[in-house]
């Protein structure tokens, strides 16, 4: 009689319609050592469920759950580390660039002059000075040049001692090979 | 604090692009700018192109004025300020000379004033910035920005006397 209302529950277990009332009373009869004979083959998958149930699996789970939980959330705290990092970073190069541009800005001058023919005159007064300085140093320099005017006829006489020394080593050059021959 | 010593670090080559825009040259004209005895004179490339154009006569000088984008005068005009006052040992202090890409093209030196030339580098030979340090008895310091062609300078029939004032 028994056995064949747990045939039935096998069924409707496989068919996957017990509800786990129905699912306990199976796992109960299959370890309980009074199977039928024709029952016998589903014996190892119940008892397999028991011992499951057995070892604590619901605190494995909640390990696992926890592990995960823990590793998404630190993953999320880095992840906002870094973003803090470099929204930091851009914050502050936005405002070295602010900065500089205020320095810039104040950099630059007004001009002096708000007549160009004004400004031109000025210019062209300040540029005669420069001239002048400039025309003054190089004056001083003239005397380096007159040194040079007055090196070149040595160096002149010097390139024709050399001309006169490559001679002689072709004369010596024709000496040794008369002497080989 | 890890965080706050990493964007210190990053922000350090900033704040040099920001220094380097200010010169010593543009601090000792801010620093002196507008105080008593002093005169500053400042005209903008724009201002001299604008005038070189009406200019027809197509001298040398207009040429040369065309190719300048800035001219800045800083002068002393008390006589006891001058003492007291050294824009080329100012400069020396602030590590001018040895931070920055000017060189010393020429010092013209007279019974009582120093004249120094400086300038920074250009393409094909011209010069970017020309700066005269005058210094002695009288104090001026002349910044010129643009194109300048040292040898064009010399073109200029400048007169010693005649120039800006010093005094």
């Given at each position: 009689m028994e056995s064949q209302r747990i045939a039935i529950l096998l069924q409707k277990y496989f068919e996957a319609e017990t509800n786990p009332g129905e699912e306990n009373e199976l796992i109960t009869y299959f370890n309980s050592g009074e199977v039928s004979d024709e029952l016998k083959p589903f014996i190892p998958m119940f008892s397999g469920?028991?011992?499951?149930?057995?070892?604590?699996?619901?605190?494995?789970?909640?390990?696992?759950?926890?592990?995960?939980?823990?590793?998404?959330?630190?993953?999320?705290?880095?992840?906002?580390?870094?973003?803090?990092?470099?929204?930091?970073?851009?914050?502050?190069?936005?405002?070295?660039?602010l900065v500089i541009n205020y320095y810039s800005q104040q950099n630059q001058w007004n001009d002096t002059f708000t007549n160009a023919d004004q400004a031109y005159a000025e210019a062209s007064k300040t540029l005669d000075f420069i001239a002048g300085k400039y025309n003054?140093?190089?004056?001083?320099?003239?005397?380096?040049?007159?040194?040079?005017?007055?090196?070149?006829?040595?160096?002149?006489?010097?390139?024709?001692?050399?001309e006169g020394f490559r001679q002689m080593r072709k004369v010596e050059m024709l000496n040794k090979k008369l002497k080989k021959e | 604090m890890k965080r706050l010593l990493l964007i210190l670090t990053l922000l350090l080559p900033l704040l040099g692009i920001a220094q380097d825009g200010n010169s010593p040259v543009d601090k000792l004209f801010n620093k002196y700018a507008n105080r008593k005895g002093f005169t500053t004179v400042n005209i903008s490339g724009k201002l001299l192109s604008f005038a070189t154009k009406l200019d027809n006569t197509k001298s040398e000088e207009a040429s040369m004025l065309e190719k300048i984008s800035g001219i800045r005068i800083l002068s002393v005009e008390d006589k006891n300020l001058n003492k007291g006052l050294n824009f080329y040992k100012e400069l020396e202090q602030d590590g001018f000379f040895q931070n920055n890409k000017f060189e010393s093209l020429m010092d013209v030196t007279d019974k009582d004033e120093v004249v120094r030339f400086y300038g920074k580098g250009g393409d094909n030979g011209t010069l970017s910035e020309l700066l005269l340090i005058v210094s002695g008895e009288d104090?001026?310091?002349?910044?010129?920005?643009?194109?300048?062609?040292?040898?064009?300078?010399?073109?200029?029939?400048?007169?010693?006397?005649?120039?800006?004032?010093?005094?």
């Open positions: 469920f028991k011992v499951l149930s057995e070892t604590e699996d619901g605190k494995l789970d909640d390990d696992l759950m926890n592990f995960i939980l823990e590793s998404e959330h630190k993953e999320k705290l880095r992840d906002r580390w870094l973003w803090q990092i470099i929204s930091g970073v851009a914050a502050a190069a936005i405002l070295a660039l003054k140093g190089m004056a001083q320099l003239e005397p380096v040049g007159k040194i040079e005017e007055a090196v070149s006829p040595l160096y002149s006489g010097l390139n024709k001692l050399d | 104090n001026t310091l002349i910044s010129i920005r643009g194109v300048i062609n040292p040898s064009d300078i010399g073109k200029l029939t400048g007169s010693l006397n005649l120039g800006i004032k010093t005094k």
